[in-house]
């Protein structure tokens, strides 16, 4: 226990992330899984108070993003990157350790203050400012990951790994880092704003509890949702290049198509959403292009098989599953960027219609189907032995399957409902689709089981020496021994000659 606590090993860091997350995502589940099942039959509250429906309801949309989805792709970058970029520590990392425990704290404190009847539309004025504070702890504490992320990749490379050669899955955490720290200030001052007018101000702006969550909008909105969900595009890439075991010809194509969508995803000039901003020939020009970059990719990784292998393991399902639902998400974001094409909810704007539930649900969802991957993938270095591969096979096709459940019906009572159908809430969608939802979520519930499962057997020793290259990978984490040891590698890091050291090695050899 003094051990995980006091540790600054990047590894160690990175696992509390990912577990804390998970366990954390079962009650964001829980919550959605209520709300729309609440939603089959609006009129009537069966499990949720009305004193109480509206905070939960804010609880699980905004746990879905820093209880959940970004926390746990940092868990897994924290202890990939260090690896796959040949450093011995992740940059501050001290730093890097206050982050989980900022989060973790912050975490603890949002869930405190819905308890203590603060958050959106909370009695309590306590409450309200402990919500906050909570949040800008949370906040802060992802800055800091972020800063350790990019520093890493930026500035711990070995010799010769140039920015052309760090490996995708690293180049998209980076990316992503960078977005997070233009993006995320934008929502710490809005915080700020908050707490001042609430307990300064008379609640007379931003600091009013009926509208603090209205003014976080623009954070399920395309593009901002987006930025969430760029470390989606460097694990697909990585995973297909290793199973092909060939040396990626549009590798610049890759590189640029992630750093492309990194760009698009810039939302943080809707932080004060209006119907002029909304409609603004910007926000179509970027919701349309940002699918341009997701299909470069497809290609570029398609193009890996003219010449390379192909085995169809847990690693490919993950990824073409993230890849297909994300594609889905920013597919249906460029559709509703279009002007005048949604119908807005009553008395609201268009960024308050459920059609956007669902983009910024699919997003999610490929970030988090994604990250298990991730898990998954990497087993070896996160944990101390591989995970269930049967099981792991089966996981991402529950998780796609749940996803498209979840996540289509929204969509379609957004372009196709009337009234009260348009609510960005659990009043929103019909019934028939709202049921379809609800078994779709219950459906994710089960393929996060199945993967969670699958990963037991990496919190148990081993007898036998474990494989340090199970994937006859290309770049430099495979290198390193399974489980890595404190400083990651064992002897002197190869000087890099081009993107796929491990291929030069193999080939040296």
Request: net charge neutral.
């Amino acid at each position: 226990m003094a051990g995980v606590l006091g540790s600054g090993d990047h590894k160690v860091i990175g696992r509390l992330f990912i577990v804390t997350s998970l366990i954390l995502g079962l009650v964001v589940l829980a919550l959605s899984e209520g709300f729309v099942i609440e939603a089959i039959k609006p009129e009537t509250l069966d499990i949720f108070t009305s004193d109480t429906a509206y905070q939960l309801f804010t609880l699980a949309r905004i746990g879905f993003i820093f209880l959940l989805a970004m926390p746990l792709v940092i868990g897994v970058a924290m202890v990939v990157v260090p690896l796959q970029v040949g450093a011995r520590t992740i940059a501050f990392p001290r730093a890097a350790a206050a982050s989980f425990w900022g989060w973790f704290l912050g975490s603890l404190a949002l869930i405190g203050s819905y308890i203590g009847n603060g958050g959106p539309g909370g009695g309590s004025s306590i409450g309200v400012n402990l919500w906050i504070t909570s949040m800008g702890l949370i906040v802060i504490s992802l800055l800091l990951a972020s800063i350790c992320l990019a520093t890493t990749v930026l500035a711990l490379r070995p010799t010769g790994m140039y920015l052309q050669r760090v490996p995708l899955f690293s180049w998209s955490a980076m990316i992503a880092a960078l977005l997070w720290l233009l993006t995320l200030p934008v929502l710490f001052a809005l915080i700020v704003l908050m707490y001042v007018d609430h307990r300064s101000a008379g609640s007379v702006f931003v600091g009013n509890p009926a509208t603090l969550y209205g003014s976080l909008t623009w954070l399920f909105r395309n593009p901002q949702i987006y930025v969430v969900a760029i470390p989606v595009l460097g694990f697909v890439a990585d995973v297909l290049a290793t199973t092909s075991g060939a040396r990626m010809q549009l590798r610049s194509v890759a590189q640029s198509a992630i750093a492309v969508f990194g760009i698009l995803s810039f939302g943080a000039f809707l932080v004060a959403p209006s119907a002029s901003a909304l409609d603004s020939p910007l926000v179509l020009v970027m919701g349309l292009v940002a699918v341009l970059p997701l299909l470069a990719l497809a290609a570029a990784c398609a193009d890996l098989f003219r010449k390379g292998s192909f085995k169809l393991h847990a690693g490919v399902v993950y990824a073409v599953s993230a890849f297909l639902i994300l594609l889905l998400g920013v597919a249906a974001g460029a559709l509703g960027s279009f002007p005048n094409l949604l119908d807005a909810p009553k008395g609201t704007s268009v960024s308050n219609s459920i059609y956007f539930v669902g983009v910024s649900t699919a997003v999610l969802l490929a970030t988090v189907i994604a990250s298990l991957g991730a898990i998954h993938w990497w087993a070896t270095k996160i944990g101390r032995r591989p995970a269930n591969e049967k099981l792991g096979l089966l996981a991402p096709l529950v998780l796609l399957l749940g996803s498209a459940m979840a996540v289509i019906p929204d969509l379609v009572a957004g372009l196709t409902g009337k009234g009260l159908e348009l609510n960005a809430d659990y009043t929103g969608g019909s019934a028939a689709g709202n049921g379809i939802a609800a078994a779709g979520i219950g459906l994710l519930a089960l393929g996060v089981l199945i993967a969670v499962i699958s990963f037991l057997p990496l919190f148990k020793k081993s007898d036998d020496e474990v494989e340090a290259d199970p994937w006859n990978g290309l770049t430099l984490e495979w290198l390193a021994p399974s489980p890595p040891p404190l400083d990651n590698f064992v002897g002197d890091i190869p000087v890099v000659t081009s993107a796929e050291p491990l291929i030069d090695l193999r080939e040296e050899k």
